[in-house]
């Protein structure tokens, strides 16, 4: 199927998806598939959510842009319920993780020059995932979204993830320091999670070094790990938190969030965006919350999370071919000993849709609208397409 006129930017299946329904896509040929990963965490109320298409509908009747020379009744609404969700003073709207990440490195920033720093620096993690814009390519740490659009934007130093002595040691080098950037669980870094103490670990470091303390939680937020942000669950509350992917099930929209002396920082003029924010994707988040809280999602995510988790245990740990199961509500990662990526077109045929990640990590965001059977179902797919293409593996002959 050829990309033209398309620019050439995704390596794509051959399939064309005409409609969606839940867990479910359907392509141009009428055949359905099992989406076990909803947009990469963006469909997390399923597809077509009845919802989130009523309160599009509805808002595209009356009013979808209106600027933001203007108050927004709805942006208003929307800011005090995600603050009230996670425990933040101010929220920022725009339109996807990329840009809501790029508006907490300018926050920072700025908070470093109003305190007399003016060469600021951010400390940003290996094999982080944070977009795809100059500054937020830069702040990813990984090598092949780099190459070729270097120079990259100065002022980021690198860590390794989840060593909380190398972020001490940079404290003690770089007086320029003004925040650190992570995510909670690296996604596009293979559904890494770090230790129990490194999320605690940070805030004592930032707080002690009146650094900012911002996490991505563009992949990890909206209820997905079973409770509001990932973070939560650390017990922290960071000083900026981003989200976007699930923040509208599909609308782009996303929010950049924060509490205290980082809520103000950013002053008039400093920051903005034509459709950030506008009524038609605040419409559409606050539906998602909606969603979420009357469908008790956040706990859903906990226990479907946790029943997929053990039959994936149970039918697969010990195998020759698993190196670990791993994660928290419904971000799963099961990661190969070798890497897979033929898996993707094996299961495709087998009408699963798959998504590999760090080679062999294959990872996992199902809606968590799901019912119990279906995440059963579900789990008994994968183990059965894994075990199908360890078999197949096995007797492929070795070069
Ligand atoms: C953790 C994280 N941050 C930021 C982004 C970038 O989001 P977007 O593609 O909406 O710009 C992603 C996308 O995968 C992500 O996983």
Redesign the pocket.
């Known amino acids: 199927m050829a990309n033209q006129p398309l620019l050439n930017t995704y390596g794509r299946l051959p399939v064309v998806f005409e409609h969606g329904r839940g867990m479910w896509l359907y392509d141009t040929e009428g055949q359905r598939y099992l989406d076990t990963f909803t947009g ?1 965490a963006v469909s997390g109320l399923g597809h077509s959510h009845p919802g989130v298409a009523h309160a599009i509908s509805h808002q595209a009747e009356r009013l979808t842009h209106c600027s933001n020379l203007f108050h927004c009744k709805l942006q208003q609404e929307l800011a005090r319920r995600v603050c009230d969700q996670a425990d933040m003073d101010g929220a920022f709207f725009a339109n ?3 840009e809501v ?1 790029e508006t907490a490195i300018k926050l920072a920033r700025h908070y470093g020059h109003q305190r007399g720093i003016t060469n600021p620096s951010i400390i940003v993690m290996e094999n982080a ?4 814009t100059l500054a937020t390519l830069t702040a990813t740490g990984n090598q092949r979204v780099q190459a070729g659009f270097e120079p990259l934007v100065s002022g980021f130093v690198r860590a390794p993830f989840d060593d909380l002595k190398a972020v001490e040691a940079i404290a003690e080098a770089n007086p320029n320091v003004v925040a650190v950037m992570v ?1 909670p669980i690296q ?2 870094g293979g559904v890494a999670i770090p230790d129990p103490d490194y999320l605690p670990g940070l805030r004592r470091i930032c707080s002690r070094n009146n650094w900012l303390l911002l996490l ?1 939680e ?2 990890t937020g909206n209820a997905r790990t079973g409770t509001y942000l990932a973070s939560q669950q650390a017990g922290i509350i960071p000083d900026v938190v981003t989200l ?2 699930g923040f509208g099930n599909g609308y782009p929209i ?1 929010a950049c969030l924060a509490r205290g002396k980082a809520a103000e920082v950013l002053g008039p003029g400093s920051h903005g965006s034509t459709f950030g924010g506008n009524p038609l994707g605040c419409a559409a988040a606050l539906a998602v919350l909606d969603a979420t809280e009357q469908g008790g999602l956040t706990e859903r995510a906990q226990v479907l999370g946790d029943r997929m988790i053990n039959r994936f245990r149970e039918h697969l740990e010990g195998a020759e071919y698993i190196h670990a199961i791993r994660g928290h509500g419904l971000m799963l990662g099961i990661e190969l000993t070798e890497p897979c990526s033929e898996l993707v077109l094996l299961a495709k045929v087998q009408g699963i849709l798959l998504n590999i990640t760090r080679e062999r990590v294959i990872r996992l965001l199902p809606p968590l609208t799901m019912t119990d059977d279906e995440a059963d179902y579900m789990a008994d797919q994968i183990i059965r397409i894994i075990k199908l293409y360890a078999a197949d593996d096995r007797d492929r002959p070795r070069q």
């Open positions: 990469i996807s993780g990329a990440n995932f944070h977009g795809r995510e996604g596009e991505d563009v992949q976007a992917k996303g």
